[in-house]
T-cell receptor, first 112, second 112 residues
Framework: QKEVEQDPGPLSVPEGAIVSLNCTYS??????FMWYRQYSRKGPELLMY????GNKEDGRFTAQVDKSSKYISLFIRDSQPSDSATYLC????????????FGRGTSLIVHP | ETGVTQSPTHLIKTRGQQVTLRCSSQ?????VSWYQQALGQGPQFIFQ???????GRGNFPPRFSGLQFPNYSSELNVNALELDDSALYLC???????????FGPGTRLLVL
């Protein structure tokens, strides 16, 4: 079993929709979770990080962790065509390192 | 502030050859990490360099090797190329102890 799993999509939504992107993780000891965004022909960029308690909001983006089901989510409100990208969830490699171990990413398409 | 740059952008090699990829880290960053991203997959950690020494390695064979220079730029060398080495190779720089990694645009390698 991989440490973090994501549905690759693609997920296609109309502009203005609320988007829910999800990952499951295998090790309940994980305490820190990251979301990266990767545009076509670009490297990933860190979008948000969150610790294992509660929600974290940043503008139109909200990251949520459900420890009981080992589920992490990223919600995008009022989605825009410029949000079209691949979204990668990641957990730290461990041993005090924040080097990310990535899921395979979910491709999001927001059409006008 | 200059971001992470990588060269070349694209490369075609044949099986058995050797390749060197280059990365210039973002100004002020002293740590460089390399990742391999196969098509449709998330980036996989190859290794990290800090102060010119390898500081962590993923599940990659010894034919993947690297260097970091006093100006914190870095090289990734791959010997005896295999078809499965075809991928996007990403470099990321960071400051030791800080969570955020800043990725370059990558080098796309095709092995024929």
């Amino acid at each position: 079993q991989k440490e973090v799993e994501q549905d690759p999509g693609p997920l296609s939504v109309p502009e203005g929709a609320i988007v829910s992107l999800n990952c499951t993780y295998s090790n309940s000891a994980f305490q820190y979770f990251m979301w990266y965004r990767q545009y076509s022909r670009k490297g990933p960029e860190l979008l948000m990080y969150t610790y294992s308690s509660g929600n974290k909001e940043d503008g139109r983006f909200t990251a949520q962790v459900d420890k009981s089901s080992k589920y992490i989510s990223l919600f995008i409100r009022d989605s825009q065509p410029s949000d079209s990208a691949t979204y990668l969830c990641a957990i730290p490699r461990g041993g005090g390192s924040y080097i990310p171990t990535f899921g395979r990413g979910t491709s999001l398409i927001v059409h006008p | 502030e200059t971001g992470v740059t990588q060269s070349p952008t694209h490369l075609i090699k044949t099986r058995g050859q050797q390749v060197t990829l280059r990365c210039s880290s973002q100004s002020g960053h002293n740590t460089v990490s390399w990742y391999q991203q196969a098509l449709g997959q998330g980036p996989q950690f190859i290794f990290q360099y800090y102060r010119e020494e390898e500081n962590g390695r993923g599940n990659f064979p010894p034919r993947f090797s690297g260097l970091q220079f006093p100006n914190y730029s870095s090289e990734l060398n791959v010997n005896a190329l295999e078809l499965d080495d075809s991928a996007l190779y990403l470099c990321a720089s960071s400051t030791r102890g800080r969570e955020t990694q800043y990725f370059g645009p990558g080098t796309r390698l095709l092995v024929l």
